[in-house]
């Protein structure tokens, strides 16, 4: 207290206040906007793209929440409901960025460098600079740019420009709260179109009439008497028929014939999986302008029901069963299936067998990009297949996309296409097909020609085309390992009545024109699709010893076994014997002991062998894989065992020297013995009778 060397704590140094909450540094947050995903919160990567309300993802992660359906569960993407509602941004990278962190040599580096600059400014995007997308093509300038270079064309392609599809990337609160309100505006507008879209096609419909084939009877308008209002009648005893009889119900009736149609369709199967097929549509004007394909389907057998593609009634699969076998997409435009018909509830269709024909088109669809995406093969994204040397001078509008190909550029498998020599050019026109490369089923139906390459006929070409030649696939296709079959095409217009009735006018082709070899490669392909062709199944499998009828509890080593099966061909509705002459049979223990070409006698299919000198438990497996047939496969497993002991051969003819020997010394020993005991020495007793005297005298 005084003089003594001590000191008075001031109530500063014992007691704090509360803490004071940190502020994140608004510089810090910006630039993560621009280095970071908002979905994943991962580093942005290639392929960055950006939604309506500015903002930076990686393209894997929303396609991934697009198919997962799991955007609405996050508020920053619960505004993106298909590929429309975002862009793929263009980039120009920044030739002085290094990357992020410290350098090998430990020198530091600038955060604030960006790995991306405007290309006419070259400010970095790092939040600094206020950066725009044109919605158009997706370049990615800076407002700065704009304002200091102004221009009627996209500054970044030179393609077109209008200031009101300027989207301004990460922008402030008050922007953010008008895209909002745009989108919302704009979604509104779109969904009471569709309304009055829907309703129009309902009216269509109704004027077309009933339609028993497709199971769906549209509803009258006109007023009909009930049964309170209607007199009744006695019924009349020399009636016979229940269609004469004036007393039967209408409804009973129509009940009646129904049932029978569904007897007799059932009776009369066209494919060997079965015959319902779902058509799915953009709009009722389909049934016209496609309805040598609808009929063609009808007449060879199948229960066709026709849908539009966003029918609120939509389903595949009902109660755990499947409604339909097949699905045909004929709805290039569709944004969302109706129902409960999704990419992932198709996906689990193909899985279950379903087999699956989709043809895309101009205006192409987020449903069937993302649904082509999941089977191995992409669209490419508003453009066209443009060949300058091989189009038609009648269809095309003078854009070179209305291209001829011809039948050499088809698949060799006969199974799919049919005889490709006596097919016509085909007319295609539409977008084209990129197959992943990792995707091992897939099939190359159709390819353009190496002087086609897919671009917007509209816009400057500024970037090397996506497909070109023969990496533009026209009709891809693939085949499960379940043989769940599944086609795409790029081309609606492929299936439709114009195409098929008319004539190839190549350019600078003088010879006279011919009939178009659509229809005749769509039937082929549906054919195949629907499973009416190329499928296999086992009839009939034994195995026995050679003059044996019945197969044994286990075979012997070194036994001769003939081995049969019996395989037959589903074609023209009826199961009858294959006739293919290439298939193996292999018996295996882990690995391949034998493996034997099987000799075809009118679908049986047989070969004799010796089984190898090795015991164990083997398998007969029959594994056969060929471009458009099913995938065959039968195993029949049996236990081959040692020879017993009565089995051996006594005597072995490789072993007669040391037989000879054995039996030589037994004989060599016997003599000996017999000598050595019955023949000794002469001299032997004088020699023994001298040496007792010597004894004696001693």
Same mark, same amino acid.
């Given at each position: 207290m005084g003089?003594?060397?001590?000191?008075?704590?001031?109530?500063?140094?014992?007691?704090?206040?509360?803490?004071?909450?940190?502020?994140?540094?608004?510089?810090?947050?910006?630039?993560?906007?621009?280095?970071?995903?908002?979905?994943?919160?991962?580093?942005?990567?290639?392929?960055?793209?950006?939604?309506?309300?500015?903002?930076?993802?990686?393209?894997?992660?929303?396609?991934? $929440?697009?198919?997962?359906?799991?955007?609405?569960?996050?508020?920053?993407?619960?505004?993106?409901?298909?590929?429309?509602?975002?862009?793929?941004?263009? #980039?120009?990278?920044? =030739?002085?960025?290094?990357?992020?962190?410290?350098?090998?040599?430990?020198?530091?580096?600038?955060?604030?460098?960006? *790995?991306?600059?405007?290309?006419?400014?070259?400010?970095?995007?790092?939040?600094?600079?206020?950066?725009?997308?044109?919605?158009?093509?997706?370049?990615?300038?800076?407002?700065?740019?704009?304002?200091?270079? =102004?221009?009627?064309?996209?500054?970044?392609?030179?393609? *077109?420009?209008?200031?009101?599809?300027?989207?301004?990337?990460?922008?402030?609160?008050?922007?953010?709260?008008?895209?909002?309100?745009?989108? #919302?505006?704009?979604?509104?507008?779109?969904?009471?179109?569709?309304?009055?879209?829907?309703? $129009?096609?309902?009216?269509?419909?109704?004027?077309?009439? =009933?339609?028993?084939?497709?199971?769906?009877?549209?509803?009258?308008?006109?007023?009909?008497?009930?049964?309170?209002?209607? =007199?009744?009648?006695?019924?009349? *005893?020399?009636?016979?028929?229940?269609?004469?009889?004036?007393?039967?119900?209408?409804?009973?009736?129509?009940?009646?014939?129904?049932?029978?149609?569904?007897?007799?369709?059932?009776?009369?199967?066209?494919?060997?999986? $079965?015959?319902?097929?779902?058509?799915?549509?953009?709009?009722?004007?389909?049934?016209?302008?496609?309805?040598?394909?609808?009929?063609?389907?009808?007449?060879?057998?199948?229960?066709?029901?026709?849908?539009?593609?966003?029918?609120?009634?939509?389903?595949?699969?009902?109660? $755990?069963?499947?409604?339909?076998?097949h699905l045909i997409v004929l709805a290039p435009s569709v944004e969302e299936f109706g129902g409960t018909v999704n990419v992932p509830e198709i996906l689990k269709f193909i899985d279950g067998g379903g087999n699956v024909l989709v043809a895309g088109g101009d205006n192409l669809g987020e449903a069937v990009r993302l649904l082509a995406m999941e089977n191995g093969f992409e669209f490419d994204t508003d453009k066209k297949v443009i060949d300058h040397l091989n189009y038609d001078t009648t269809l095309d509008d003078g854009t070179h996309t209305t291209i001829v190909a011809p039948a050499s550029q088809l698949t060799s498998a006969q199974m799919i296409v049919g005889d490709k020599k006596k097919l016509s050019p085909v007319l295609f026109k539409g977008v084209a097909l990129v197959a992943d490369e990792s995707n091992r089923l897939k099939l190359e139906i159709l390819t353009?020609?190496?002087?086609?390459?897919?671009?917007? *006929?509209?816009?400057?070409?500024?970037?090397?085309?996506?497909?070109?030649?023969?990496?533009?696939?026209?009709?891809?296709?693939?085949?499960?390992?379940?043989?769940?079959?599944?086609?795409?095409?790029?081309?609606?217009?492929?299936?439709?009545?114009?195409?098929?009735?008319?004539?190839?006018?190549?350019?600078?082709?003088?010879?006279k024109a011919t009939k178009s070899g659509n229809q005749e490669l769509v039937t082929e392909l549906s054919k195949w699709v629907l499973k009416e062709k190329g499928v296999l199944r086992v009839k009939s499998v034994s195995h026995h010893r050679v003059g044996e009828v019945e197969p044994p509890r286990e075979y012997t080593i070194m036994d001769k076994v003939e081995y049969k099966i019996d395989i037959e061909e589903f074609a023209n509705g009826k199961w009858v014997p294959f006739q293919g002459d290439d298939v193996q049979m292999e018996f295996v223990r882990i690995d391949p002991f034998v493996r034997l070409q099987l000799y075809n006698i009118n679908g049986l299919q047989k070969a004799m062998f010796t089984l190898p000198d090795i015991y164990g438990v083997f398998k007969f497996v029959v594994d056969y894989r060929r471009v458009g047939y099913t995938h065959l496969y039968d195993v029949q497993q049996v236990s081959v065992r040692p020879l017993q002991h009565t089995q051996y051969e006594r005597f072995i003819p490789s072993a007669y020297p040391y037989y000879a020997s054995a039996f030589s010394m037994m004989v060599g020993v016997f003599i000996f013995s017999f000598v050595f005991l019955h023949h000794g020495d002469k001299s032997a007793p004088g020699i023994a009778a001298s040496a007792k005297k010597a004894g004696k005298k001693d």
């Open positions: 003089a003594d060397g001590g000191t008075i704590p001031k109530r500063c140094e014992l007691v704090r206040n509360k803490k004071k909450a940190e502020k994140v540094d608004k510089n810090v947050t910006n630039a993560s906007k621009w280095r970071m995903c908002q979905l994943s919160q991962s580093p942005l990567q290639k392929h960055i793209i950006a939604c309506r309300f500015g903002r930076l993802y990686n393209k894997e992660a929303i396609l991934e $929440g697009l198919i997962n359906k799991t955007l609405n569960q996050n508020e920053l993407t619960r505004h993106i409901k298909s590929r429309k509602d975002f862009k793929e941004l263009k #980039l120009t990278k920044n =030739p002085a960025f290094k990357g992020d962190g410290v350098n090998s040599d430990e020198s530091y580096v600038d955060h604030n460098e960006t *790995p991306y600059v405007c290309p006419v400014t070259a400010v970095g995007m790092n939040g600094t600079n206020v950066f725009t997308v044109n919605w158009e093509c997706g370049c990615v300038v800076s407002e700065k740019a704009i304002k200091e270079v =102004p221009s009627e064309t996209c500054h970044g392609c030179g393609g *077109p420009f209008s200031k009101g599809k300027i989207v301004v990337l990460n922008p402030p609160e008050e922007l953010l709260k008008k895209y909002e309100a745009d989108l #919302l505006a704009e979604r509104a507008a779109k969904k009471a179109a569709k309304a009055a879209k829907a309703n $129009g096609a309902v009216e269509e419909v109704d004027c077309a009439g =009933p339609s028993t084939k497709n199971g769906e009877a549209s509803s009258s308008k006109q007023e009909k008497p009930t049964e309170k209002t209607a =007199p009744k009648r006695k019924a009349d *005893p020399t009636v016979k028929s229940v269609q004469d009889d004036p007393t039967a119900s209408k409804v009973f009736k129509s009940v009646l014939m129904r049932a029978l149609v569904c007897i007799l369709a059932l009776l009369c199967a066209s494919s060997a999986l $079965g015959d319902r097929v779902l058509v799915l549509v953009d709009n009722a004007k389909v049934r016209q302008t496609h309805s040598i394909y609808l009929k063609s389907l009808e007449d060879r057998g199948h229960t066709v029901t026709v849908k539009l593609a966003d029918d609120a009634t939509l389903n595949l699969i009902k109660y $755990g069963e499947f409604v339909y076998e353009a020609a190496t002087t086609a390459y897919s671009a917007d *006929p509209k816009a400057k070409i500024t970037e090397y085309p996506g497909a070109i030649g023969r990496s533009a696939i026209l009709i891809g296709a693939l085949q499960a390992r379940n043989s769940a079959r599944v086609v795409f095409t790029g081309s609606v217009d492929m299936f439709s009545d114009k195409f098929f009735n008319a004539n190839v006018n190549k350019v600078g082709n003088a010879q």
